[in-house]
């Protein structure tokens, strides 16, 4: 099993950042299903303010690539991403397109 960390911003508005929130409480089952699908076994997403945090666990044989590649044939997922943009930005470093941005670790105990 491996574990990703990425991250992203939320535009800096109260009712959005509260929106984001409630849709995240009540993500869409075929959205969850596309998660568990492209073998994340575990996901966490945590907020300070504007800043996202995600941590996800996947099996061995995950790609990013490979969940872009199903996430395209998927147009439930394809409306939730969609639907996700009204209440994110991207960070500076993004290219045009990207949101979620891999971390690199730099410490493990």
């Given at each position: 099993?491996?574990?990703?960390?990425?991250?992203?911003?939320?535009?800096?508005?109260?009712?959005?950042?509260?929106?984001?929130?409630?849709?995240?409480?009540?993500?869409?089952?075929?959205?969850?299903?596309?998660?568990?699908?492209?073998?994340?076994?575990?996901?966490?997403?945590?907020r300070?303010?504007?800043?996202?945090?995600?941590?996800?666990?996947?099996?061995?044989?995950?790609?990013?690539?490979?969940?872009?590649?199903?996430?395209?044939?998927?147009?439930?997922?394809?409306?939730?991403?969609?639907?996700?943009?009204?209440?994110?930005?991207?960070?500076?470093?993004?290219?045009?397109?990207?949101?979620?941005m891999?971390m690199?670790?730099?410490?493990s105990?």
């Amino acid at each position: 099993m491996k574990t990703y960390a990425l991250t992203l911003d939320l535009k800096e508005d109260a009712q959005l950042m509260a929106e984001y929130e409630q849709y995240h409480r009540q993500v869409w089952p075929e959205v969850r299903q596309s998660i568990l699908d492209a073998g994340i076994v575990d996901m966490n997403i945590y907020r300070f303010h504007t800043r996202l945090f995600m941590v996800m666990k996947v099996e061995d044989d995950f790609s990013f690539e490979k969940k872009a590649k199903m996430d395209e044939g998927n147009l439930r997922v394809q409306e939730w991403e969609q639907l996700m943009w009204k209440f994110q930005q991207p960070l500076p470093e993004a290219k045009e397109g990207e949101k979620w941005m891999l971390m690199n670790e730099i410490f493990s105990l």
